[in-house]
C-alpha cells in the first residue's frame, strides 16, 4: 500500500476515533472510497502498529480511543476534525447542505475533544443531554437538558445549536461553557427540521457607506464584488448575528473609512427580527 494513502488514512482514523469515540471499516470504506477489505486491513495495520491507540468494542461494533490514546498523524485539533467533515461535503454548497455541521470562520479557542465527543454522537444519535453550563448571566454550572443538532463555528468560539427543555426554544450553547458531564436523556422530541431560524435562509445586503465619496465606494464595491453597489449575502438566520459581527457591522462606526460597509436600510427591516433584543 502507498505510503501516502497509509498516512491518510491512518489521519482518518485518529480524527474519526477521537472526536467521534469509535471507527470502523465502514468508515474508512466511504471516505476513501476503497473496498471493504482494504479497509479492514488499514485499520488492522494501525493497531498493530499502534496498540495502545485503540481497542475494539463488539457491542459498538466499532474500534474506541482508550485512555492511552496520542495521536500520530494528527495534531489533535477540532480544526482538523471540521476540515475533514469539510471533505465530505457537496463540494459546491459546503455551507447548506444536508448536514450537522456548519461554519462561518475559523474559531480561536482549543476545545476538548471530551467534550465534542459526546455532543457528536447525540446529534447522529438524535439524543437528549443532560449537561452542566455556565452562563455570564448564570456563572455557576447549571443542569440543562438539551438536544443538540448542529456544530457551528464562528470567528471567535465554537457552540452547538441545540433546542433548549429550560427555555423551550433553539439556543446557541459555547462549547468551552460545558463542564464536560454528559449523561444521555433518550430520544430527542425536538430535531433539527424543528429549528424555524436554523432553517431559514435570509440574504444579507450590504453596501457602501453612503458618507463616501464616488471613488472611495468604488474601491469599496470592488473590495466585496458588488453588482450596482450591493452584494448580497445568503446566511442561516441563527447565523445571521455571526455574520455581521465578522463583517463589523454590528456597530456603526463614527466615520466612513472605518464603517466602509453598511446593511442596506431595506434589508435591515427584513432581518431585524432575527437579531438578538
Excluded at 477540532?78 to 463540494?91: A, C, G, M, V
Excluded at 456597530?251 to 464603517?259: G, I, L, R, V
Aim: with cysteine.
Amino acid at each position: 500500500m502507498p505510503e501516502t494513502i497509509e498516512s491518510e488514512a491512518a489521519r482518518y482514523i485518529e480524527l474519526i476515533a477521537l472526536w467521534e469515540g469509535r471507527i470502523n471499516a465502514t468508515h474508512l470504506q466511504s471516505a476513501l472510497n476503497i473496498s471493504r477489505h482494504t479497509a479492514q486491513k488499514i485499520l488492522h495495520a494501525y493497531n498493530e502498529r499502534h496498540p495502545q491507540n485503540l481497542f475494539y468494542d463488539s457491542s459498538l461494533k466499532g474500534n474506541i480511543p482508550t485512555g492511552l490514546f496520542k495521536p500520530r498523524y494528527c495534531q489533535g485539533r477540532i480544526e482538523e476534525y471540521f476540515q475533514q467533515l469539510l471533505r465530505s461535503l457537496n463540494p459546491q454548497d459546503k455551507t447548506f447542505t444536508e448536514s450537522q455541521f456548519d461554519f462561518v470562520e475559523a474559531p480561536l479557542r482549543n476545545i476538548s475533544p471530551e467534550y465534542v465527543r459526546p455532543i457528536v454522537q447525540a446529534i447522529r444519535g438524535k439524543k437528549r443531554l443532560d449537561v452542566g453550563y455556565a452562563s455570564v448571566t448564570t456563572p455557576d454550572f447549571e443542569e440543562r437538558i438539551i438536544a443538540p443538532h448542529s456544530l457551528v463555528f464562528t470567528d471567535i468560539r465554537w457552540h452547538v445549536r441545540a433546542y433548549c427543555e429550560k427555555n423551550q426554544d433553539f439556543r446557541d450553547f459555547v462549547l468551552s461553557r460545558f463542564n464536560g458531564v454528559f449523561n444521555e436523556e433518550g430520544a430527542a422530541r425536538f430535531h433539527r427540521e424543528h429549528d424555524e431560524k436554523w432553517n431559514r435562509l435570509v440574504d444579507l445586503v450590504i453596501e457602501p457607506d453612503p458618507r463616501l465619496s464616488a471613488s472611495q465606494k468604488r474601491i469599496i464595491e470592488l473590495d466585496y464584488q458588488m453588482e450596482n453597489g450591493q452584494r448580497v449575502l445568503k446566511t442561516r438566520a441563527a447565523l445571521l448575528m455571526y455574520l455581521l459581527q465578522k463583517l463589523h457591522l454590528e456597530q456603526y462606526k463614527p466615520t466612513a473609512e472605518a464603517q466602509q460597509i453598511i446593511v442596506n436600510s431595506e434589508c435591515w427591516k427584513r432581518i431585524e427580527k432575527y437579531l438578538p433584543k
